[in-house]
């Protein structure tokens, strides 16, 4: 059985660590029209991106997280896989 208008999903592995924000974006899209939800969940979404760059996971890689969540689409997931398996850039303080 083929599902009409799904031919852009794309399914790409999410680390262990972006396992809270695949939650928090499926919340987003599950709520519709009601933005005042929704702005509630891109709240929770901006806390939890905070907590991992604090942790030490690398902005661009959940950056790319972020874009393949919101989309699904097969572009963003290939620039996931590129990201996570590319080495985490250094990050530069100009002192």
């Known amino acids: ?8 999903r794309a399914d790409a592995d999410v680390p262990l660590w ?10 987003v899209r599950v709520q519709g029209r ?6 509630r969940y ?8 905070l907590r991992l760059v604090e942790d030490g996971i690398c902005p661009h890689q959940i950056d ?12 963003n997931a290939r620039r996931l896989d590129l990201v996570l398996q590319s080495p985490p ?6 002192f």
């Open 1 to 8: 059985m083929s599902l009409t208008g799904f031919k852009h």
């Open 18 to 27: 972006g396992k809270d924000l695949m939650n928090l974006y499926w919340y």
């Open 34 to 39: 009601d933005e005042a939800k929704r702005r």
């Open 42 to 49: 891109y709240r929770y979404i901006k806390k939890e991106r």
């Open 64 to 75: 790319a997280l972020c874009k393949y969540l919101v989309s699904l689409k097969e572009v």
């Open 89 to 94: 850039l250094q990050l530069n303080l100009p």
